[in-house]
């Protein structure tokens, strides 16, 4: 059935995303292949339904296999799973919405916070091992081969006829990171001329790149998509995203900006729907694999940054750190960007709305 292009079919399509994962979910539960569904499975065995964000895929697709091919030899248990990737703000709200994911993988702890809050999981999830998080990475600008406009910093995304992507942060937690980076660079660099960080500069220095913005599509992955077909000069996105396109022989410069913030990417069981699909113990098994060494150098084989203080030295040549790296807590930590820059009111919007041109 075609649907037509019109604002009633656009408002359906959120409706629809959910519609779609939960029966991604009920396929899920009976093992996601037809002879599963015809009630084949060996007795014992269970599905575990994965909601994760985009970007976490290819890495996934490596890190499944190697937990099933452990968890087999330990307890005999052959462990499916259903997975579903999209980006993290829609995935986050998805599960809040109804999609009975047993494990997130989200971009952002605060994606994994809408769910606590919702009551589907433990609001302790930070006392798990690394904090909750499971990958590391920093933002990055991709340009093209030869990096032919010479960029080298955030400050030359301001610059006339220089054509920029990033995703849309309503629904990309990859898009925050590259926001918060943005802004971020823009306190360091009036903190560096002035000792003191200055929130109105910051936000004129975010407005000055968004005017260059050529497209904000719906995830990272998406962006990649758009750049490499053709859109803009420059990439504003996860250093692993653009390491795992390198890898796959796509054409890119990474350049490494001088400020920039270091990303956190966090893991947890969903706990009401692992209690309720009898899955809990391997739920739980699954997200702490995501923590040990094996996991984590296949995490930094897909161009993330280990959590682990002992597997991210096996590769600090590889991922050598920016001279004035920061992390979320610079910002002043998540409840206070939600606040400053995401709320109705906040930074953000105004930079949508024109208010620092």
Sequence with gaps: ?????????????????????????????????????????????????????????????????????????????????????????????????????????????????????????????????????????????????????????????????????????KTSGGAQWDINAIYGAGLKKSEDETGRKDEAAASRFLAAVHRNVESMDKSGRASMAAFEYGVGDVIVTYENELLARIAQGVPYDVVTPSRTILIENPAAVVDRNADRHGVRKAAEAFVAYMHSAEAQRIFAKHGFRPVRQDVAAEFRDRYPQPPELFDIGYLGGWPKVRETLYSPRGIWYQVLAGYFN
């Excluded at 433990?122 to 600008?141: A, E, F």
Aim: charged share 20%.
């Design 1 to 169: 059935m075609k649907i037509r292009d019109t604002g009633r079919a656009r408002a359906l399509l959120p409706v629809l995303l959910v519609a779609a994962m939960l029966a991604l979910a009920a396929c899920g539960r009976s093992g996601g292949t037809p002879a599963a569904a015809a009630g084949t499975a060996a007795k014992g065995d269970a599905t575990i339904v994965l909601g994760a964000y985009s970007v976490a895929k290819d890495a996934m697709a490596d890190l499944i296999p190697a937990f099933q091919k452990r968890w087999l030899a330990e307890t005999g248990q052959t462990i499916r799973f259903q997975e579903s990737y999209e980006a993290s703000g829609t995935q986050a709200r998805a599960i809040v919405s109804g999609f009975e994911a047993d494990v997130a993988v989200l971009a952002m702890e605060s994606d994994l916070d809408m769910i606590s809050e919702a009551g589907l999981m433990d609001k302790d999830w930070r006392n798990g091992p690394d904090g909750g998080m499971v990958t590391r990475s920093i933002v990055v600008l991709g340009t093209r081969p030869g990096n032919p406009l010479g960029i080298r910093e955030f400050d030359d995304l301001a610059k006339p006829g220089v054509k920029v992507l990033y995703p849309n942060p």
